[in-house]
């Protein structure tokens, strides 16, 4: 079952924790996200999942950054959150996705327990001007049936901004 904005108001400090919070951004299913202004860009055009990939930072300035169509740019939300008691998931948000931004390609299930940063895979259509801290995704939460795992994976744990692939600690040469 989805919670209701009220119901995630309700839970606010005390289930769930969303910093920094606005009572504004709450919807009627879900909580507004915002964008970072860092942003990464992998520095080759061909990526190895077995091996680590380099990135190179990108700051949004307040009057913009235009996205090259096609490309992935890794955000991150301003900001933090947790929960031990629901599932939480990100989504795209209508406004956004209607001008060609994906805002995540396919990560947008969380784990109960995690603690950090949504890191977004951002990937335009078009060419497009973002900005720092607009409303880019919406965050909603699933209560869990049975017994909780808390965040078995630690590799993104206690993120504080956007974070690279760290698949290759699972399946390339070196250990987790």
Not at 70 to 92: A, M, N, Q, V
Not at 103 to 118: I, Y
Not at 157 to 174: C, R, V, W, Y
Request: with cysteine; hydrophobic share 35%.
């Amino acid at each position: 079952m989805i919670l209701s904005g009220s119901r995630i108001m309700d839970e606010i400090n005390h289930t769930i924790i969303i910093s920094p919070f606005d009572s504004k951004k709450i919807n009627s299913n879900s909580y507004n996200l915002s964008l970072s202004s860092r942003l990464l860009v992998y520095d080759k055009p061909v990526l190895d999942m077995k091996h680590q990939n380099n990135a190179s930072e990108i700051i949004i300035p307040e009057d913009g950054l235009i996205l090259e169509p096609h490309r992935l740019y890794l955000g991150s939300t301003i900001e933090r959150t947790y929960t031990e008691k629901y599932i939480p998931f990100i989504e795209g948000r209508s406004s956004v996705a209607r001008l060609g931004l994906f805002v995540h390609v396919t990560a947008g299930l969380g784990e109960a327990g995690f603690d950090g940063h949504w890191t977004l895979e951002l990937v335009s259509v078009q060419s497009l001007k973002v900005y720092p801290n607009i409303p880019i995704c919406q965050i909603y939460f699933q209560e869990i049936s049975g017994k909780i795992d808390l965040c078995k994976s630690q590799k993104y744990q206690n993120s504080t901004e956007a974070m690279p692939s760290l698949l290759f600690k699972e399946i390339g040469d070196a250990k987790c």
